[in-house]
């Protein structure tokens, strides 16, 4: 029998903070809001997102381009974000600069469309996972953080799916996506817990993806296609601190600006264990590359 090699670098993770906050500009907003601690982004912060989708596609273009193999690729897109709006904002406005770039290109490629990347309509789904919620501590918040938050941010994606970026659709949510947690983390929560909680969600996110793409290599095996998967994992500045820990063992990133970006590809699983419960382990379960490291150079509008 012919063996069936089961990829496990075939997955890509892209670690996006949300963009710029309103009532980090406007100190009065919080006064009048209904919900004061979940607050949209500006305006500045939305073309950050925007910003950020086009990289992602640059980053996404190039990768395919590398591809060595002759067969033709399919690659699915899959935003995981945390609940609060100012997440679920970036993570639509990543959708639509995406999509622009694509539209844009396939307007004046005279190749394939969009350089070989699919319409980002079809390909694109969104989830919301609480396990990528903001920090619960006690100088951010007074209380518990209602798990209702959760409710709301999915019927609010279900609605917009009919929004795309110009050319094409909407990003549809994922209804078929298991949370690595279903409830928003605990008040107060202290700072390993914060970390052992992002350790879990990243891993249980990945090995979902890399046990779909095993069944997606049994499925496809003798196709011509070549399948990738990527997660764009949208969260809080000590979200992305946290993640960036658990892919390369290191601290003290201080520097974690709106929107930054960093890409990290699965190396190798570090052990054949089952992953152990969720938020109770600081050691993650996969080996990584790491580069792009909080890039924010694609934030600098041009000069006129």
Known sequence: M???SLPIGCVTCYFVRHGERVDHIDA????????????????EGSYQARRTGALIYSLEKQAQEEEESSAAQVTEYLIVTSPFLRCVQTAEGIFKGFGQSWAK??????????GGISDPSGAWRIAVEPGLSEVMSESYFSQQVPNSIITWRKKELEASERHGYGGGGG???????VPASEQMPHFPEN??????????????????QIDQASRDAVRDHGSLETRRRVVIFVTHGAGVGSLLWATTQQVGFNDIGYCCVTRAR???????LPLPLFGTSRVPAYSWKVDYNAYSGHLARPSR
């Open 2 to 4: 012919t063996s069936i």
């Open 28 to 43: 009065e907003w919080s006064y009048s809001a209904p919900v004061p601690y979940d607050p949209p982004l500006t305006a």
């Open 105 to 114: 290109e396939r307007e004046t490629a005279t190749t394939t469309c969009g």
């Open 171 to 177: 990003v549809h949510y994922a209804e078929e996506y």
């Open 191 to 208: 700072f390993q817990n914060m970390m052992a909680r992002f350790v879990s969600t990243l891993d249980q996110v990945v090995t979902r």
């Open 266 to 272: 699965i190396l190798g699983r570090k052990s054949s």
